[in-house]
């Protein structure tokens, strides 16, 4: 099935998801002078990827968000799509709104646990306010047990570690081995002896009972925590940082027929999902058998826009190809191990191309804004006191 569009004037691209890909996609859609509209349920885009070091670094958490209407203006609509309607060629909003698409990119991303993802229907001010309650509930800890020994487990323990080496920090991890397996057997090694270095607890091999009962993110003295594998732990507060799904709300009537068991759209090598030629999906949404991964997405981003473009014009279309994995764990502000190109770097690398700044500043020009710092009172959430400081 195709565009029902009879020229260039006609097109209106409908972005639905203003994560990495997103945002990308918005960019190269704004700079190409095609009509296009980003929807998404926040006002601020997430840079989730430094979500970890905005979990205990006091002030960090506003240049992690960055608001939308200031880059994409009235091409930016806040809103959740409950429903995408392929025979009207429209996207419905929760409320009622519906929004005629010529094309569409499905870039909805993935969901998980409070501190690595917030997906959560709230404003800006409430989004920051949030990380940095987390931050003082850390600071009151005196030990944190940190569930999930993927990267977000791995690079949370380390951040504790690092920022407060006082703290009692365990991992626990339902396997052995840690972070991504997609990763050289040589980094994860590297990544587990970071750890014990920086003095993080290693419990692999088990898997935390009842986690769905578990008060996670807030400071109690003597929380109980027991394993699969009969061991008990005595922390006093608890992070998850393990189990991310697909977000196919948005889709999942319309397009079930196309969806992997994941929740995740098939994609053919231009990235439209089967059985169409208007509608794209990309990043963490789009089912290609590869790491999840903002760096990703913003490669599917390029890919999808330059095939509408080719599309419009009758060129011949682009294809995806997947790369070797590069990917950089950081293992808090001065340690990280990871791999370019299937190749891996030496960690004093790892600090200067990530671990330091954590890509704030990639987002920050990709979105066309200078972070200009905001005092917030965090006491007493609505008082905001602006000073200007451009960084
Ligand atoms: C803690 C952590 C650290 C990471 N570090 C790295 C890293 O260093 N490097 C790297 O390459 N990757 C990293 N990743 C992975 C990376 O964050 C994801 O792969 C990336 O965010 C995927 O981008 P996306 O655009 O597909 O989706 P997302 O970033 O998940 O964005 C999806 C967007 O869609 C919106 N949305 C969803 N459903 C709807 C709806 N129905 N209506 C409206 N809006 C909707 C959401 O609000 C969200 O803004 C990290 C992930 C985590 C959790």
Redesign the pocket.
Known sequence: MGAQQSSVNDVHVVV???????ITAAQHLKSQGLKFTL????DAF?H??A??RASVQPGFAQRTFIPYAETFGDSFVQ???DRVDTARQTVCLQGGTEMFFSHLIL????D?SFP??Y?TVASYHTAIQTYENLVKQIQAADSVLVVGGG??GV?MAAEIKTEYPEKKVVLVHSRIGLADPELLPSVRQEAKEVLLRKGVELLLGHKVNSLSELRLNKTHKNTVVTTDKGETLITELVINCSGLRI?S??YKEELSGCMSNSGALKVNQHLQVLGFTNIFA????ADIKEP????H?QLHASVAVNNIICGLSGKQLTSYHTGNVTM?LAMGRDDGVGQFNAVKLPRFLVVLG?SRDLLLWKSWREMGQKYTHTEINTDTPDAVEEIHCEN
């Open positions: 639905v998801g203003g994560g990495f890909g997103g929807i998404d349920m926040r997430h989730n990827v979500a970890l809103g959740r799509v870039c909805t991303g993935t998980g690595g993802k997906n990267a977000s690079e977000n709300e948005a990309i990043g963490d949404c999840k991964m903002a760096y997405a950089l990530k």
